[in-house]
């Protein structure tokens, strides 16, 4: 399965996290562990203020800028 995985394109649209402030990040690198090349995760959704969103935000992107 592993040499499957390293030569296929591995898409997961939703990673399944509760978007929060809080959430932590670091199991992000599960994926990245098993070769995934796209993920998606929610920052926010209809029943979060703004706010929530933004807050949700504030370590995605520095987390992003770390990589």
Known sequence: ????????????????????????LNILEDWRKNNVNYLSI??????MVPD???????PIKVSITRV
């Open 1 to 24: 399965m592993t040499k499957l995985l390293k030569k296929a394109l591995v898409w997961d649209a939703h990673a399944g996290l509760f978007p929060s402030a809080e959430m932590d």
């Open 52 to 58: 929530e969103t933004l807050a949700t935000l504030a």
């Open 42 to 47: 929610n920052v926010g959704f209809d029943e």
